[in-house]
């Protein structure tokens, strides 16, 4: 049976940087292994879109923040009769020791990467359309015609410097992911809409729709309410909200 397709809605700022971050690194892992310029390109395109995301200020101790935040919530879990210890255990040692590894960084996340001429280069000529052709960066060109291991080892030097990073960031959308399950929900002529828990940590909606499903989900929400419209895509100029009833799979991830 195949997999369901999963629409996720950040509920705020800091969970919406993670997913785009979360996006980025799996750009970049898919792309750096390959043996071929092309991708080789959108790898370094995606380490040098990370380092922009992590030049903001905030984003070290706010992860640093975060982290704190779920172990402490996680620890009031532990005199829970249901609750498996061992997992709980392993998941505040794995926050202690992601905390400790993005505390340890001198400086802002990513600073090695900005301040790479190289690196920098790239970023300043590819903002441009079409501003990555050789004439524009030579040192590019020689760059993608080296033999792909040394490629590889240059890409792997780049990504340790954020690789804290992005154990921090899969740690803990992993945790929002999980903080709850999916429940069966009806949405009414293509629309559904929820009031939000007073006061809950409301982190991010996910819907699920089948594989197969010629529908997908608009999420819009905020701080007390969420709605979701179910999109009919057989029209992919003009999508119209679809008129029918339908089930989905809703979890409301809140930690």
């Known amino acids: 049976m195949s997999q369901p397709i999963i629409f996720e809605q950040p509920l705020n700022e800091k969970c919406r ?11 970049l892992d898919f792309h750096a292994p390959e043996d071929n310029s092309w991708h080789a390109r959108a790898a370094v395109r995606a380490l040098l879109d990370i380092s922009v995301i ?3 200020a905030d984003i070290k101790s706010e992860l640093i923040k975060e982290m704190d935040r779920y172990h402490l919530s996680l620890s009031r879990m532990a005199d829970l009769p249901d ?3 061992d997992r709980l255990q392993q998941i505040l040692r794995n926050l202690e020791q992601s905390q400790l590894s993005v505390r340890t960084i001198k400086g802002q996340l990513g600073a090695a990467l900005r301040s790479s001429d190289f690196l920098n280069s790239v970023l300043q000529r590819t903002a441009i359309p079409g501003g990555g052709f050789d004439f524009d960066l030579p040192q590019l060109h020689y760059w993608l015609a080296l033999p792909h291991r040394e490629r590889l ?3 792997d030097g780049w990504r340790n410097e954020v690789s804290a990073v992005h154990e921090a960031v899969e740690l803990l959308l992993g945790l929002i992911r ?3 399950t999916f429940g069966p929900c009806q949405a009414s002529a293509g629309f559904y809409s929820q009031s939000l828990p007073s006061g809950a940590s409301v982190q991010m909606i996910r819907v699920g729709l089948p594989a197969d499903s010629p529908l997908y989900a608009e999420i819009s929400g905020g701080k007390h309410r969420f709605s979701i419209r179910f999109m009919d895509s057989s029209d992919w100029e003009r999508p119209l909200q679809t008129a029918r009833n339908l089930s989905f799979d809703l979890n409301v991830c809140i930690i």
């Not at 993670?18 to 750009?27: A, C, G, M, V």
């Open 17 to 27: 940087t993670l997913l785009r971050l979360s996006h980025l690194f799996e750009q």
């Open 153 to 155: 080892q240059q890409l």
């Open 83 to 85: 609750v498996d210890h």
């Open 178 to 180: 999980h903080s709850t």
């Open 54 to 56: 992590l030049a903001r």
